[in-house]
């Protein structure tokens, strides 16, 4: 089945610093989210990005579907930034597949 | 945004006893889902369903069962709850099968004693 490998595990930041965040899977997905949960707990979906390059605010995601691989960059980074980030592919025919999660502290 | 509540948001059960958790949402998406999330992972797939009085496996099936009695609710049910299942446990739904956003509920922390 599908795996799926993110890194750096964790990363502290100081604020206004960017940040990369790498997810990389087994098999060729058709579609991709990136998801970030706040410290509280609360999930919500940042991109549904299965291929090319997507921005949100100061989020930006790439997915390179041939290479199985996805990143997330996080760009003058806030306190606020603060949370879990999930990468979460699709494989065709079955619901999301979930990593393990790149945590983010970013200090003022 | 989409709206998905789930109940109880937190419940202590002891070994052996049963456990229903609910999902409900306004969305009127076809997809619903249940994942639990243990401490420092993240969610694991237990069940889902595209359409009201059907259910499907997700990858950790084992020891829990899923209802969906209309497309607005989607239950999660312990029959005989074991330690093990002490997790968080979030519903979700969407349009498609991973294919579209998901919505996720704030999520329900079960302890098992």
């Known amino acids: 089945g599908q795996q799926v490998q993110q890194s750096p595990a964790s990363l502290v930041l100081q604020e206004g610093e960017n940040a990369e965040l790498q997810c990389n899977f087994s098999s060729t997905a058709t579609r991709l989210q990136w998801f970030y949960q706040h410290p509280g707990g609360r999930l919500v979906s940042l991109f549904y990005n299965p291929s090319g390059t997507k921005h949100t605010g100061r989020l930006t995601s790439t997915t390179v579907t041939n290479e199985r691989r996805s990143s997330l960059h996080i760009s003058s980074s806030q306190t606020t930034d603060s949370g879990t980030y999930f990468c979460a592919p699709h494989q065709g025919g079955r619901a999301l597949i979930f990593g393990t999660g790149t945590t983010v502290s970013v200090s003022p | 945004e989409a709206a998905v509540t789930q109940s109880p948001r937190s419940k202590v059960a002891v070994t052996g006893g049963k456990v229903t958790l609910s999902c409900h949402q306004t969305?009127?998406?076809?997809?619903m889902y249940w994942y639990r999330q243990d401490t420092g992972h993240g969610l694991r797939l237990i069940h889902y369903?595209?359409?009201?009085?059907?259910?499907e496996k997700g990858d950790i099936p084992d020891g829990y069962k899923a209802s969906r009695p209309s497309q607005e609710n989607f239950s999660l049910i312990l029959e005989l709850a074991s330690l093990s299942q002490t997790a968080v446990y979030f519903c979700?739904?969407?349009?498609?099968?991973?294919?579209?956003?998901?919505?996720f509920g704030p999520g329900t922390r079960l302890l098992v004693l």
């Open positions: 369903s595209y359409v009201a009085d059907s259910t």
């Open positions: 979700a739904s969407s349009d498609g099968l991973g294919g579209d956003t998901q919505y």
């Open positions: 969305n009127n998406h076809d997809y």
